[in-house]
Nanobody, 117 residues
Framework: QVQLVESGGGLVQAGGSLRLSCVAS???????LGWYRQAPGKQRELVAR???????NYTDSVKGRFTISRDNAKNTVYLQMNSLKPEDTAVYYC????????????WGQGTQVTVSS
């Protein structure tokens, strides 16, 4: 059973920064890892992903502002979020990807990010 625990969310003013962390049970050094978010009334969307080799990919709305990274020794994936905007407000989740393009069925409880204007 995969367990994922996200942390680091909070309330921040527009233009501020937050760093999210996600600790996964077990070793997932060979898996891609992803950060997703779900805003009220909207579908969950992929924000960023990172391959086992460190290749990264971002949704257009966060390019240049967010950075995904991973520490395989700590089974942890991070999301550094800078220049936050009110539209970034959402619950953020991490995922151990089934493949580069497909998420797995394992989700943590998420961490709330609220950006005030």
């Amino acid at each position: 059973q995969v367990q994922l625990v996200e942390s680091g969310g909070g309330l921040v003013q527009a233009g501020g920064s937050l760093r999210l962390s996600c600790v996964a049970s077990g070793s997932f050094s060979s898996n891609a890892l992803g950060w997703y978010r779900q805003a009220p009334g909207k579908q969950r969307e992929l924000v960023a992903r990172i391959s086992s080799g460190g290749i990264t990919n971002y949704t257009d709305s966060v390019k240049g502002r967010f950075t995904i990274s991973r520490d395989n020794a700590k089974n942890t994936v991070y999301l550094q979020m800078n220049s936050l905007k009110p539209e970034d407000t959402a619950v953020y989740y991490c995922n151990v990807q089934r493949s580069w393009f497909i998420s797995s069925d394992y989700w943590g409880q998420g961490t709330q990010v609220t950006v005030s204007s």
